[in-house]
């Protein structure tokens, strides 16, 4: 039978700080392929073919979320405790089955980074729109208080 390894505090401390960093760079290589997929022939990410990299790296960051779900609570503090972690991991979780919208973890992309450019430029119309209808309804809104 097998001897369970006890994880150590500078271990653990180690890993917290690992995980967070791994996390930031799956975040900015997601932003990045999916740039790269639009620039080359508008593929979702999902159908480019170094997408099997960022699955791998899913899987590690499950490898080491499991690790960190044995922390105390002080010691997840970096990632934002317990709760985000669980969350992270969720996410984690939805996008290593491919669901790539899953959730950002900390990109400024957001939900731009799988679209064709005729989808990004159908959305970035319709929120121009969107613009410009709250300001015409400030307008009247003004008009009307005076």
Aim: hydrophobic share 35%.
């Amino acid at each position: 039978m097998a001897k369970e390894k006890k994880v150590s505090q500078q271990n653990i401390l180690w890993q917290v700080n690992h995980f967070k960093k791994v996390v930031d760079y799956l975040d900015l290589s997601r932003s990045i392929l999916a740039m790269v997929c639009v620039e080359k022939d508008g593929k979702s990410l999902e159908d480019y073919e170094h997408y099997g990299f960022l699955i791998d790296v899913i899987d590690h960051l499950l490898k080491v979320g499991e690790i960190l779900k044995s922390a105390e609570d002080k010691d997840l503090s970096p990632i934002g405790g317990r709760k985000k972690l669980a969350d992270i991991l969720e996410t984690l979780n939805r996008l290593r089955k491919k669901d790539i919208h899953a959730g950002d973890l900390d990109s400024q992309l957001g939900h731009w980074d799988n679209l064709t450019p005729e989808q990004l430029a159908e959305t970035i119309e319709k929120a121009s729109e969107k613009d410009e209808d709250e300001k015409e309804e400030q307008k009247e809104k003004k008009k009307n208080d005076d």
